[in-house]
């Protein structure tokens, strides 16, 4: 199962459009999280999950949670916002902090996901605007021993046709 995160408030905008002609011709099962539609806290840094399992936010995230246990692949998807991923999917990613504790504080084996992409799409275009997202998307596939991974950035799409950039590639890597 592909699990999409996606932080885009626009379900039909250049993000999840691009995302959509991704998994179009993908015969496998997918769940999208919209993130701007869940009402999910951030991390308060609580320490909780440096002694237990889960956490101590009582919200939808169990719901990702429980998504992450059965996916076997996962897509981040987010507009670029002041040079980072969208604030509300920042949200859902710092509740991946118990995976972290769970495999560097607790010492216990984190489930592994077999690939991730990130699509991020921004409206600009300079050198370094996307150095935010991949460092973050780092940091998941470290969490979940992610070795097969794929970046799509598109830039300027203040300007340019999003859909007209081919996804063939990341489409085939999915599969
Ligand atoms: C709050 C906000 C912050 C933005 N920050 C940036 C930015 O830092 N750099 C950039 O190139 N574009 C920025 N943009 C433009 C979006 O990244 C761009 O329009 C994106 O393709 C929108 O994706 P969507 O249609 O999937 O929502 C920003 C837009 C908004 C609304």
Redesign the pocket.
């Known amino acids: 199962m592909i699990l999409i995160l996606n932080g885009?408030?626009?379900k039909?905008?250049?993000?999840?459009?691009?995302v959509k002609k991704i998994i179009k011709g993908i015969d496998e099962e997918y769940i999208i999280i919209n993130s701007y539609a869940e009402n999910i806290k951030a991390c308060m840094d609580c320490k909780y999950c440096d002694n237990l399992d889960g956490c101590s936010i009582n919200d939808n995230m169990i719901q990702i949670y429980d998504l992450i246990g059965s996916a076997d692949k996962i897509i981040i998807?987010?507009?670029?916002?002041?040079?980072?991923l969208?604030s509300s999917l920042l949200d859902i990613i710092s509740r991946f902090q118990t995976y972290f504790t769970k495999k560097f504080i607790r010492k216990e084996e984190v489930k592994k996901l077999d690939k991730s992409l990130l699509v991020?799409?921004?409206?600009?275009?300079?050198p370094t605007?996307f150095n935010g997202p991949i460092e973050t998307m780092k940091v998941v596939n470290m969490l979940f021993s992610i070795d097969d991974s794929m970046n799509l950035l598109?830039?300027?799409?203040?300007k340019i046709n999003?859909q007209e950039i081919d996804v063939t590639k990341y489409s085939e890597f999915l599969k």
Do not use: Q, V
Not at 77 to 84: E, N, Q, R
Not at 154 to 158: A, E, H, R, Y
């Open positions: 885009s408030p626009n039909n905008g250049h993000t999840m459009k691009t998807a987010s507009p670029l916002y002041f040079a980072s969208s991020c799409t921004a409206g600009g275009d300079w605007m598109i830039k300027s799409t203040d999003s």
